[in-house]
């Protein structure tokens, strides 16, 4: 595969008549069962155990890897701060919901002071639904996930904001079998807002400056640019929100940055850091959660918050110039201005 290189220039064209493959594949049936037919002998020759199936209205494939005999621990870390209503919603849907059968949840207490979600969090912690961890220092995103990482006792790690839902059972089964791929880094899930609309499909790095999220806003049911957000891929970076690694890799390469990057892109940091390091990163769009954005933070309204937030652009354009402003999984033809993949009309 290293003698497999992308040129990202337009190279070839093809006249769509009535009858072409260009206008609707399902013209040459016999592509589609190639394209399968080739997954499955390169699955036999590498020796990897899976399953391919077709992805539900389109003409396109998935792998679904099989899982180990004995599943590995994930340990899901979800830092709260009060909000036991926000919180009750993520656990609840975790607890309910969840086919994988071998994970443990970590609430990260950040100083609540509610008597009403310190009453849930006792009630959590008796249930043995959950372990119960205190951290009694002033926010820092970075600084909370590494300290319940060293109590982690999965050989996997997933961050998972309080403001997550469940959608699909399998979810947590489909990252794992992808994070367990030899050479994979970090897998991230398809978010939505409550209204069905795209919150995060992957990250895309140079949008805004920094980086952004892949089809935000698209409509739930998108297929995206040449198929994204239908179809499992590498990207440069995914979400924080719900991100799932080996913890061998995020020690590794030293956590999520609490120095510099307390709040704001210390997932992209961390992202690239796993790539620098020989990993690959991806997202799945068949990991389907909501996520009530921000719901406990709250947004960058007052100037302390909006300083902080500069100063940290301000690190990652001095530290990653460079990468931001070519990401290898996005076109240069394609817009920095909008996170919709239109034509970079510049």
């Given at each position: 595969?290293?003698?497999?290189?992308?040129?990202?220039?337009?190279?070839y064209h093809w006249r769509a008549t009535k009858d072409s493959a260009a206008g609707d594949s399902r013209q040459k049936n016999y592509a589609i069962v190639n394209a399968e037919k080739a997954l499955a002998d390169f699955l036999s020759v590498q020796g990897i155990k899976a399953n391919i199936e077709e992805v539900a209205g389109t003409t396109w494939h998935r792998v679904k890897y099989a899982m180990p005999d004995e599943p590995p621990t994930v340990s899901l870390i979800i830092p709260t701060h009060n909000q036991h209503k926000v919180l009750q919603v993520c656990i609840d849907s975790i607890v309910e919901k969840t086919t994988y059968p071998n994970y443990e949840i970590l609430v990260?207490?950040?100083?609540?002071?509610?008597?009403?979600?310190?009453?849930?969090?006792?009630?959590?912690?008796?249930?043995?639904?959950?372990?119960?961890?205190?951290?009694?220092?002033?926010f820092n995103y970075s600084a909370i996930n590494n300290f319940a990482v060293r109590h982690a006792k999965g050989s996997l790690v997933a961050l998972v904001n309080n403001d997550i839902e469940v959608i699909t059972p399998d979810w947590l089964t489909e990252m794992v079998a992808l994070a367990l791929r030899p050479g994979i880094g970090c897998v991230g899930a398809k978010l939505y807002?409550?209204?069905?609309t795209i919150q995060h499909a992957g990250i895309v790095l140079g949008i805004g400056g920094?980086?952004?999220?892949?089809?935000?806003y698209f409509d739930r049911d998108a297929t995206g640019y040449f198929g994204r957000l239908k179809l499992a891929q590498n990207v440069s970076a995914v979400t924080g929100a719900c991100l799932l690694v080996r913890k061998s890799i995020y020690e590794s390469v030293g956590g999520l940055d609490e120095d510099n990057l307390k709040v704001a892109f210390n997932d992209v940091d961390f992202c690239l850091r796993v790539m620098e390091a020989g990993y690959s990163n991806a997202f799945t769009p068949f990991a389907e959660l909501y996520h009530h954005e921000s719901l406990s933070r709250g947004t960058e309204d007052n100037p302390e918050k909006r300083a902080r937030f500069e100063r940290?652009?301000?690190?990652m354009l001095?530290?990653?110039?460079?990468?931001?402003?070519?990401d290898p999984h996005y076109s240069p033809h394609l817009t920095l201005r909008r996170e919709d993949f239109s034509i970079n009309i510049d």
């Open positions: 595969t290293h003698d497999v290189i992308h040129i990202p220039k337009i190279l990260v207490d950040n100083n609540s002071n509610d008597p009403e979600s310190l009453a849930y969090f006792s009630e959590l912690e008796d249930g043995g639904k959950v372990r119960l961890l205190r951290y009694p220092h002033p807002y409550p209204n069905d920094v980086a952004g999220h892949s089809h935000k940290e652009v301000t690190y001095s530290k990653w110039g460079p990468q931001l402003a070519r």
